[in-house]
């Protein structure tokens, strides 16, 4: 029998609000000169006006400081800038709000700030990463739970591929979950990171390794992203579905801590390489991508058809397996996710490097079945 790691220690605050909150929280902390870390476009958004509005004005003896100009893949260059306004204006913590970019940055900026210069390609040979300014993480939508990962995925300047910096030091001291910031995320997106995280709570689900603790969360998440996600889809104020949908990324993000598999490794490239979004990427690929494990693994997916409130119990593997399969391609149907990668740009003369990049991701070496250049191949050419 071989050991297992479990772990769920964030501290996590829910609820419409809740970031009315924020400036006791940041007290306990001993936080008072904060860095928020954001992206462009969040600039400008009522999320944004919210946490400064708590946060008190700017000027008259200005204690907090914004860097907002992570990349909407985060870059090397993000993370050291954020780290430099950190340095500069003298910052004792970040506050990071956004999608998973800026919170995945701003998580990062604080191994800078520790090692100023630090080398990404060799942060696995340091052993020490104790002592990192506190982090908070605002999410404002939900998808990839960065706010509750250990790990920070940026896009390093020596590879030019994403890299995963992985590190229990890296989790936030208090994640606030506020339905009332996601409220303005458009449709599309909201569609495209609620699949972000449905793909998160299957694949960790189905990934082989011992951990029914996360097999539970990621069931649960399941069954309120089924439930919430059209929802939050079709009424974006709809504050209940919202709500369910930023507990379930979350939920989703501290399942994946068993691991994922296939469809992230065919997403991480579309990224890379087209510049692609990756909640989208993750959905545009998964049913493939479920019918690929489900031929080599037949009943993988009957839980996940419970859990989607399928009658699967009774069937053969195969049929719970088509059953569960059908509900899903339908379910991203009706939140507009059926269209194929050629829509989004995506070339025949770029195969060869999708395909070369998801054999060299590491998700894939956790799938329920293994998979090879060759199924790569088909998988992309199957959705393109
Ligand atoms: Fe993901």
Redesign the pocket.
């Given at each position: 029998m071989s050991f297992s790691s479990f772990s769920f220690p964030t501290p996590t605050l829910f609820g419409a609000g809740a970031l009315a909150e924020l400036p006791q929280r940041m007290k306990r902390l001993g936080l008072n000169r904060p860095l928020i870390v954001t992206d462009p476009g969040l600039v400008n958004t009522g999320a944004f006006q919210a946490l400064t509005q708590v946060l008190g004005p700017e000027g008259q003896g200005k204690h907090w400081f914004a860097y907002s100009g992570v990349h909407p893949n985060p870059i090397e260059q993000d993370v050291r800038d954020a780290a430099q306004c950190f340095s500069q204006n003298s910052c004792d913590g970040v506050i990071a709000i956004g999608g998973g970019s800026p919170l995945d940055a701003g998580k990062a900026a604080r191994l800078l700030v520790k090692r100023p210069g630090f080398d990404f390609t060799k942060f696995y040979d340091e052993p020490d990463w104790s002592g990192l300014a506190p982090f908070i993480a605002i999410p404002t939508t939900a998808?990839?739970g960065s706010e509750v990962g250990r790990s920070s995925v940026i896009t390093l300047d020596a590879t030019r591929r994403k890299a995963v910096l992985f590190h229990p030091e890296m989790l936030a001291k208090l994640v606030i979950l506020d339905p009332e910031l996601t409220v303005g995320l458009p449709p599309k997106l909201t569609a495209a990171t609620g699949a972000?995280a449905l793909?998160?709570c299957i694949e960790s689900f189905t990934c082989p390794q011992f951990h029914p603790m996360c097999d539970g969360i990621a069931l649960e998440g399941i069954r309120l992203i089924v439930e919430a996600l059209p929802r939050a889809y079709a009424r974006g104020d709809d504050l209940e579905a919202r709500g369910h949908m930023l507990v379930a990324a979350a939920m989703g993000a501290v399942a994946f801590q068993k691991d994922?598999g296939v469809v992230?490794s065919l997403?991480h490239p579309l990224s890379t390489v087209c510049g692609m979004h990756?909640?989208l990427a993750?959905a545009l690929c998964l049913v493939a991508s479920m019918k690929f494990c489900a031929q080599r693994k037949p009943g993988i997916y009957r839980r996940v058809g419970i859990a989607c409130g399928l009658e699967v119990m009774q069937c053969s593997a195969s049929e719970a397996d088509q059953q569960t399969i059908t509900f899903i391609a339908d379910f991203l149907t009706r939140i507009g996710l059926n269209t194929r990668l050629s829509d989004h740009g995506v070339k025949r003369e770029q195969l060869d490097a999708l395909v070369a990049q998801a054999v060299d991701d590491p998700c894939h070496k956790t799938n329920v079945v293994p998979v090879t250049a060759e199924d790569f191949r088909k998988l992309y050419l199957e959705v393109l």
């Open positions: 998808g990839t972000d793909t998160h994922l992230h997403a990756h909640g993750n």
